[in-house]
């Protein structure tokens, strides 16, 4: 994807292509996973897309990644038992698809396979 291009979560702030949203501030946006791993699968997104992966928001914009991350534990408190998973894939061979920095908040047993191929 080139820079200039909107990213598909680019394109669900916008309202472009839906998505099941579970929450929204100025600044982060948080959706069900289509394709779901477990049995809460969460992403907690920043709305800008101009952080690849979370290195890269750690070090430009640190307020930001902590509104991910306590947004993500108000949703696993809503969603979960407050227990969860919290990954951040970083690069193609790890699994990251979306170059648009997210958080996937997973509750509950993983599906077989899932994160590790
Ligand atoms: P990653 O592979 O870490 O980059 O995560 C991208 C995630 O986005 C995957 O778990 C996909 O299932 C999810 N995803 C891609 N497109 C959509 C969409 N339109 N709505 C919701 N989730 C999506």
């Known amino acids: 994807m080139s820079k200039t ?3 598909v979560f680019t394109r669900i702030v916008a309202r ?3 998505a099941e ?3 929204e501030s100025d600044t982060v946006i948080a959706i069900k996973d289509i394709a779901p791993k477990a049995p809460v699968h ?3 997104i920043p709305k800008t897309q101009q952080y690849r992966n979370v290195a ?3 070090a430009g914009d640190p307020a930001l990644l902590a509104d991910v991350v306590a947004v993500a534990q108000s949703l696993a408190d809503e969603y979960t038992d407050s227990e969860y ?3 951040f894939n970083t690069g193609e ?3 990251q698809t979306v170059f648009h920095v997210h958080a996937h908040v997973l509750g509950g047993r993983l599906t077989e396979g ?3 191929e």
Do not use: C, D, N
């Open 5 to 7: 291009e909107p990213s």
């Open 16 to 18: 472009e292509i839906p």
């Open 21 to 23: 949203i579970v929450f």
């Open 42 to 44: 969460l992403l907690v």
């Open 56 to 58: 890269e928001l750690a």
């Open 85 to 87: 998973r919290l990954v």
């Open 93 to 95: 061979s790890a699994g």
């Open 114 to 116: 899932s994160l590790a």
